[in-house]
């Protein structure tokens, strides 16, 4: 059975740090490539980061270039988000997701976890 669960979402501070985790079961992670999203409510699941199969490509959208990094390790079948640096408009239910994984879009990605909450406040 493919699954994907991720953790390490919590309650943080502005300027403060999180590191997600998602690990993955039931298939083969290297064969894929995982995606991190985010979705605030009242607006449309957008995609944070992505990092290709082998791990030589990755994507960051604008917002997070420079406070987010994206790594996996295959042989743990896990894939990791550290967020440093973060704002209140980095408040969101934060997902995982396997798929091809050509653009960094929702609609590229097939496997999804069940989500891990972020919200960032004082």
């Known amino acids: 059975q493919l699954q994907l669960v991720e953790s390490g979402g919590g309650l943080v501070q502005p300027g403060g740090s999180l590191r997600l985790s998602c690990a993955v079961s039931?298939?083969?992670?290297?064969?894929?490539?995982i995606g991190w999203f985010r979705q605030a409510p009242g607006k449309e699941r957008e995609g944070v980061s992505c990092?290709?199969?082998?791990?030589?490509?990755?994507y960051y959208r604008d917002s997070v270039k420079g406070r987010f990094t994206i790594s996996r390790d295959n042989a743990k079948n896990t894939v990791y988000l550290q967020m440093n640096s973060l704002k209140p408009e980095d408040t969101a239910i934060y997902y995982c997701?396997?798929?091809?994984?050509?653009?960094?879009?929702?609609?590229?990605?097939?496997?999804w976890g069940q989500g891990t909450q972020v919200t960032v406040s004082s």
């Open positions: 997701a396997a798929g091809a994984g050509y653009v960094c879009s929702p609609y590229e990605y097939d496997y």
């Open positions: 039931g298939f083969t992670l290297e064969y894929y490539a």
């Open positions: 990092i290709s199969s082998s791990g030589g490509s990755t």
